[in-house]
């Protein structure tokens, strides 16, 4: 079978499954990994014939997508903030919009480093870094890459996925301190932290029904669900944890639900934090938010 045919059939296959646009990202993202092929390669090489060996792989992937599985999975990598990361199905697998979360916390950083009219600046530099719910340590990798001398510790109840976040720190030439842990039952911190930051589970249960096969069959559940009556149960402990263990000038930062902003002002601002900002995300949605606590 040569390149040209090997394509045909993949998209035939999955023609009912998903759009066109689509299957070609995938084929493309597979001859690259399988092949080592850019996408103008595999637009040039269609009578190249295939060997057996990659036959096969490209035949186990078609299974794989026509049950729905992320690609993510299927390659066992993606990229995230310009960096590597593996995934597997004990990890979320990271999303854009925690991207725009982390340019978030980057810039408000080197603004605090770089302002020439902040003569003391650099006492308030914020230089330790907490992230809770770290899955495949995509936000605490990416800070402790792209903050200068920044010390970051990240936690997380699944064993499984801190063990990939460790691989992910090595990966990518960082360290990052991985604590194993429950924050529902965490009632004090190691440390004080400059900046405290997660994107923790917050979708309601009643939200599945909009959501797609492959996130509801192979994405880790309790990475993504809460339930209907407390959709803000993760974010209100980590709020109390903040209170007691953020630094004087500390903030906090989170990845919220889109139709929770107000709630989550609301319960913020009873928890005593104020300068609440909330942002937007490429697609005009609340998908983010900011806090500090109050001055005593
Ligand atoms: C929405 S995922 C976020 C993963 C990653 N930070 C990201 O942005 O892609 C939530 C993470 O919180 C973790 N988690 C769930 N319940 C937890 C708990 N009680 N204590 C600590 N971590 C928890 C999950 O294992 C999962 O990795």
């Known amino acids: 079978m040569n390149l040209k045919q090997l394509k045909s059939n993949f998209t035939k296959t999955l023609s009912e499954l998903y759009p066109s646009e689509e299957i070609q990202s995938f ?29 096969a792989k490209f035949s186990e ?5 026509q049950n729905h599985e992320p690609i993510q999975y299927i390659l066992g990598e993606t990229e995230f903030y310009g960096l590597p990361f593996k995934v597997t199905p004990d990890t979320l697998i990271p999303r854009p919009e925690t991207e725009e979360l982390v340019e978030w916390i980057v810039l408000d950083s080197q603004e605090i480093q770089e302002t020439p009219l902040k003569p003391h600046a650099s006492h308030l530099t914020p230089d ?11 936000i605490a990798i990416s800070l402790a890459k792209h903050i200068k001398e920044a010390k970051v510790s990240a936690i ?33 911190l190691s440390q004080h932290y400059d900046v405290m ?11 599945k029904e909009h959501m797609q096969p492959n996130v509801l069959q192979h994405e880790p559940e309790a990475a993504l669900f809460v339930s209907n009556e407390d959709p803000l149960l993760f974010y209100r402990t980590i709020a109390t944890l903040a209170k007691t263990h953020l630094t004087p000038n500390g ?3 989170f990845e919220i639900n889109e139709y ?5 002002q609301i319960m913020l ?16 949605k609340y998908r983010m938010l900011k806090c500090r606590r109050k001055s005593p």
């Open 260 to 264: 929770l902003s107000e709630e989550m």
């Open 61 to 65: 992937a078609l299974q794989r997508l």
């Open 197 to 207: 930051v997660s994107n923790p589970p917050y979708v309601r249960a009643l939200e």
């Open 128 to 138: 330790t870094f907490l992230d809770v719910g770290t899955g495949t340590g995509c």
């Open 27 to 55: 084929f493309n993202w597979l001859a690259e990994h399988y092949l080592g092929y850019s996408r103008f390669e595999v637009s040039i090489k269609g009578e190249e014939e295939i060997s057996e060996v990659v036959e």
């Open 251 to 253: 903030a906090l930062y």
């Open 156 to 188: 997380d109840i699944s064993a499984a996925a801190l063990k990939i976040a460790s691989e992910n720190a090595t990966m990518n030439e960082v360290t990052v301190n991985f604590i194993h842990a429950d924050i529902l039952k965490t009632t004090t």
């Open 269 to 284: 601002s009873d928890e005593g934090f104020d300068e609440i900002e909330l942002k937007k995300d490429v697609f005009g």
